[in-house]
């Protein structure tokens, strides 16, 4: 059984900064790309930013240069630190990891999401 369990959610002013952790545990050969996702109410998922095990990265246009996405491999753990937030980025943020486990095929697991506030 694997888990995703996400952490580092909260309200926030529009300024300020935000750090978010999600830390994959239980029975995992190995993981390929993490990735965050944002859905705001009415909206579709969107991805905000995605890392590969090798380190490489990619975000979305709308927070490029304010947010950062890294990863601790040993730890199985993927952060997002949030800077400069903007209301526009009030949404609930999941975790997303493709991996593997014993006896399965590689596949998408996903946390549990947790809320971001932006609001004065």
């Known amino acids: 059984q694997v888990q995703l369990v996400e952490s580092g959610g909260g309200l926030v002013q529009p300024g300020g900064s935000l750090r978010l952790s999600c830390a994959a545990s239980?029975?995992?050969?190995?993981?390929?790309?993490m990735a965050w996702f944002r859905q705001a109410p009415g909206k579709q998922r969107e991805l905000v930013a995605i890392i590969t095990s090798g380190g490489n990265t990619d975000y979305a246009d709308s927070v490029k240069g304010r947010f950062t996405i890294s990863r601790d491999n040993a730890k199985n753990t993927v952060y997002l630190q949030m800077n400069s937030l903007k209301p526009e980025d009030t949404a609930v943020y999941y975790c997303?990891?493709?991996?593997?486990?014993?006896?399965?095929?590689?596949?998408?697991?996903w946390g549990q999401g947790t809320q971001v506030t932006v609001s004065s």
């Open positions: 239980g029975s995992i050969l190995s993981i390929s790309h």
């Open positions: 997303n990891a493709y991996l593997r486990t014993p006896g399965r095929l590689a596949s998408d697991y």
